[in-house]
């Protein structure tokens, strides 16, 4: 039978740090890491978002 794989999800309000936590989490993890985040582009009166 295959194994299922661990899926987490992080939510919150803007700029609380939810990536910032992510990608410190990533960091100090020694294993695989797969999945991707999205960080905040800040520009002249816009804010958008991109996947990483």
């Known amino acids: 039978m295959p194994t ?5 999800l992080l ?3 803007p700029r609380t ?3 910032n936590l992510i990608q410190q ?4 993890f ?3 890491v797969e999945g991707f985040y999205t960080e905040e582009r800040y520009g ?3 804010r958008d978002s ?3």
């Open 17 to 19: 740090g939810k990536t």
């Open 30 to 32: 020694e294993g695989r």
């Open 50 to 52: 991109v996947s990483n």
């Open 4 to 8: 299922m794989k661990r899926v987490d």
């Open 44 to 46: 002249v009166g816009i």
């Open 25 to 28: 989490a990533v960091a100090a």
């Open 11 to 13: 939510t919150g309000r």
